[in-house]
């Protein structure tokens, strides 16, 4: 009998474990159709961004973060660092801005370009391997 005990009990937690997986399951449905949704959300903010180029979008962030010169000045008279530690402190933040903004920006560099400026497609990039005669 106490093998039949055993074997109900088992058979219990494994009954629970697959509701529990399938909760799960569905749980990591929902949250990838509600970032399937986020994206296409985001994509359509920054298309206005890419239909006006490259330059424009690293401008205008580069505004942003950067503020207006009359507040940098300000923020300089109340900090007196050296121009060393400034000038670390500048590199620190631009390493941080450029490693936050690297998968933003990716899909703005990811097409070439040809030698009139002109916009290369992707297959006509990969040329095939010429074999040396």
């Not at 799960?24 to 296409?40: C, F, M, P, V």
């Not at 010169?69 to 500048?90: C, E, I, T, Y």
């Not at 936050?100 to 391997?129: C, D, M, T, W, Y």
Request: proline share 4%; no cysteine; hydrophobic share 45%.
């Amino acid at each position: 009998m106490p093998r039949v005990f055993h074997l109900k009990e088992l058979e219990a937690r494994k009954e629970l474990l697959v509701a529990e997986s399938e909760i799960r399951r569905e749980t990591l449905r929902l949250e990838l159709q509600n970032l399937q949704l986020y994206a296409s959300g985001m994509k359509e903010k920054l298309s206005a961004f890419r239909s006006s180029g490259p330059l424009f979008l690293l401008t205008s962030l580069a505004g942003f973060f950067l503020g207006s010169p009359s507040a940098d000045r300000a923020a300089r008279k109340k900090r007196h660092r050296n121009r060393l530690a400034r000038l670390v402190m500048g590199g620190l933040f631009g390493l941080r801005l450029y490693r936050r903004l690297r998968p933003i920006l990716g899909f703005l560099f990811s097409r070439g370009f040809g030698r009139n400026g002109a916009a290369v497609a992707e297959e006509e990039q990969e040329e095939p391997a010429a074999a040396d005669l």
